[in-house]
């Protein structure tokens, strides 16, 4: 679809279901996930869009703002199929809020952290990983899947691994499970909830995991069986890529000549450490 060779009165909310589809196609998503347009009408006209990772009554806020139109969270405004819609409730009153102030919501949440130059993508290029591949390979499209697993560049002691971390991604904090190698070469990053993968990692041969939530049993296993796992927060390790689908996103709409503004949202961490 290019507006530059032909005549494209409106650009509207499906311009945008198209660039994701190509961005983090909808095929990616897990079957227990909803994705795709979740508040709105395809045909609703778009001049200006809001990236954010969370669906919170804020955003709205800042996407009147901006005149955005259109907000593209990660995580899904619209999660678990609703029974009811409380307006004195949080989603609820997202929801509201959005449909009173002729916002569209897309939600392109499983489908980005499985995508090439997703979120995962996001960690293993900030560590400047190689020889990058999927941890957990789509078997439809193997070069995509969910978390990465990579080499640094030389091998490095745990401190300067820990060091190089901070400076590449400065988590608010670190969490850590399992012992420390005596050297970090091989390194699986999932960005979001990854607990699951750790025993993909061991299996693949990682050094260290890098994810968030890991889970207590998850942590005892890796104990027992020498992975090193480190947790840096859910936010933390999924908003970087935000910035990145921003961009993709703007990349994509000049290439289609479409002259709309993408934002990104200031949004922070629900978890703080407490002083």
Do not use: Y
Request: proline share 7%.
């Amino acid at each position: 679809m290019d507006c530059a060779s032909f005549f494209c009165p409106v650009i509207n909310v499906q311009h945008f279901l198209d660039i994701l589809d190509e961005i983090a196609p909808l095929a990616l998503a897990a079957d227990w996930d909803n994705v795709g347009l979740l508040v709105g009408n395809p045909q609703s006209r778009v001049t200006s869009v809001l990236v954010a990772l969370d669906p919170v009554l804020s955003l709205i806020n800042e996407a009147q703002f901006l005149a955005a139109e259109l907000i593209i969270t990660h995580h899904p405004a619209i999660f678990h199929p609703l029974k009811r819609l409380r307006t004195d409730q949080p989603l609820g009153s997202f929801l509201a809020a959005a449909l009173r102030a002729g916002v569209s919501v897309i939600g392109c949440h499983t489908n980005f952290d499985a995508a090439c130059g997703g979120v995962s993508d996001t960690l293993a290029e900030a560590l400047e990983l190689m020889g990058v591949v999927p941890l957990a390979a789509d078997q439809a499209v193997p070069e995509c899947g969910l978390g990465r697993i990579g080499n640094l560049p030389k091998p490095l002691a745990v401190e300067e691994f820990l060091a190089r971390l901070q400076v590449a991604l400065p988590f608010p904090w670190l969490l850590e499970a399992g012992p420390r190698p005596a050297t970090v070469v091989k390194v699986a990053v999932c960005g979001g909830s990854g607990s699951d993968l750790a025993e993909t990692a061991l299996a693949a041969g990682a050094d260290v995991l890098l994810t968030s939530e890991i889970k207590h049993h998850t942590a005892r296993w890796a104990e027992e069986t020498g992975l090193w796992l480190l947790d840096g927060g859910h936010f933390a390790t999924e908003n970087p890529a935000m910035r990145g689908l921003q961009q993709q996103l703007a990349k994509r709409a000049r290439q289609a000549g479409l002259d709309v503004q993408i934002h990104l949202a200031r949004q922070k961490a629900p978890l703080r450490l407490v002083p």
